[in-house]
């Protein structure tokens, strides 16, 4: 037995629900300009344009529960997971001790750990839909990712609901050492399962992906989906100009370079991500009803 | 547990590990091919793009049991150091390897894998040409493989590039080699924002064959001979490789739909967490 599984690791699925807090909703200050262009915006534009600059589409990042409210179909969403939550399994010091810092996020965010498990309908489409909230410990890859990503993966082959997946993510975790590296294999046998069961399998990634998040399940999906000008890569910009001394293109990594590179299907603006979404999960499903 | 009032620099034990990991007379892949695997055939290329010299791969049989062997090499030298690109992969050397597997899988060949690499190349033309991709699906790949897998990490084993070729039935480690989600150095400069908290670092990630080991993260601590492996390279070879057949042999046992859902058990499973009581 090894010892980790004696502390919950084999533990049978608990079909418990705790409920999480609502975090506060993004707010735009009273006479805000763009972060990005400077153009004055009116009161509740940014909301209402899906936080995305109407004037230059720079896409503010977004916290999960905004990305629920804005792929789910209203009122269909049921939080599952809830229940795992991070161990200190180094008992992990640097500055702050790993609880610390895990405390420190979980007040600022509203969220009980960086991946968010929702199951929900999209545009009518039962889907178990997963998000990496960035804000939380830069969205990284610890044990309670992996497991929450596991049993939503073993929920959408039980249910067969298609399993969509958003990343914003720094990579691996730090603090719990070579088991956030072993949540990269742990996910892609996760993804294996999905596949097998021929059950559809879609990733969003937005700014930034990175890291082990760019290198594991982000990137084994059926049909992969970015957001226009995110970030992606496996190694920092600032780790390869350092390391090799190459001069980096401006659009190093962005969105619309990976597509030309191949590395994804295409880049969706936010504000038709919905339904390019639904669409996907209607070719991918074989519903013929509205062609 | 490294001390929070620690001095900078201070050399911690796994600080010194990580010094053995990387003497440059440690055995490297083609000494332990050398050594233990005499009708070796090298094989080349991803049929793609090119080949990675960072990563050696071919055909050959240990003991009585043909293999398939695929290995990072570092180099000994600084010429072959930089011909090798001092181990770090790009995406044609994950597609190589994935290759090889595929052909064990084909001809029901175990598969022998050696990590020694401080990480994944980072270059332009590497992520360009889909080096997390190719990491990912090298996962996804060794995953799903219908044969015996035997991984050892020899040396380094740094993040995601030595992952890639690490997904496997059996994972041993020698005793003085590391493996790590990020390297000390790097781990040191983004939290502690200061490179030379190496040693403190090293000992915070517990990144030693030992700790692995307690963790239960990894299967069979290799112990090397005194000083260190560089200081008896044909001992330690003998070690490592005695170790790999006794996996095989149990191994080779197994049904290959045994192996397969045992090692997806295993790597389900893993992770350290609590589960919260409902009110």
Known sequence: MRPWCSAGGMAKYVTIQVVPKEPPPAQQAEGERCKKCNTPLDPGELKRSLWVCPHCSYHYPLPAHERVAQLADQGSATFVGEEFRAGDPLQFFDLKSYPDRMAEAQAKTGLTEAFLAVLCSVSGHATALGILDFNFLGGSMGSVVGERFYRLAQTAVEQRRPLVVVASSGGARMQEGLFSLMQMAKTIFAARMVGAARVPYITILTHPTTGGVFASWATVADIILAEPGAVMSFAGARVIEQTTHEKLPPDFGSSESQLVHGQVDMVVDRRELKARLAECLRMLTGDTSSA | ?279
């Open chain 2, 1 to 279: 547990m490294p001390e929070p009032g620690l001095d900078k620099g201070f050399p911690t034990a796994a600080w010194e590990t990580v010094q053995i990991a990387r003497h440059p007379e440690r055995p490297q892949t083609l000494d332990y091919i050398a050594e233990t695997i005499p009708d070796f055939l090298e094989l080349s290329g991803d049929r793609l793009h090119g080949d990675d010299r960072a990563i050696v791969a071919g055909l050959g049989t240990l003991g009585k049991q043909r293999i398939v062997l695929i290995g990072h090499q570092k180099g000994h030298t600084l010429k072959e150091r930089q011909e090798r690109s001092f181990g770090m992969t790009r995406p044609e050397g994950y597609r190589k390897a994935m290759r090889l597997a595929r052909l064990a899988e084909k001809f029901g060949f175990p598969v022998v894998t050696l990590v020694d690499t401080p990480g994944a190349y980072p270059g332009k033309d590497a992520e360009e040409g889909g080096q997390a991709g190719a990491i990912a699906r090298s996962i996804e790949t060794f995953a799903g493989l219908a044969v015996p897998t035997v991984t050892v990490v020899i040396g380094e084993g740094g993040s995601g590039g030595a992952l890639a070729l690490a997904v496997a039935d059996r994972v041993l480690m020698l005793e003085n080699s590391w493996y790590s989600v990020i390297s000390p150095e790097a781990c040191a400069a983004l939290v502690w924002r200061d490179a030379a908290e190496g040693p403190h670092a090293a000992a915070a990630l517990r990144l030693t064959a030992s700790d692995l080991s307690s963790l239960g993260l990894i299967d069979v601590v290799v112990p090397e001979p005194p000083g260190g492996a560089h200081t008896d390279p044909g001992e330690t070879v003998k070690r490592v490789m005695h170790q790999v057949q006794l996996a095989l042999r149990e191994l080779t046992r197994l049904e290959p739909g045994k192996l397969l859902s045992l090692r997806q058990e295993k790597y389900l499973a893993m992770g350290s967490y609590t589960v919260a009581k409902s009110k």
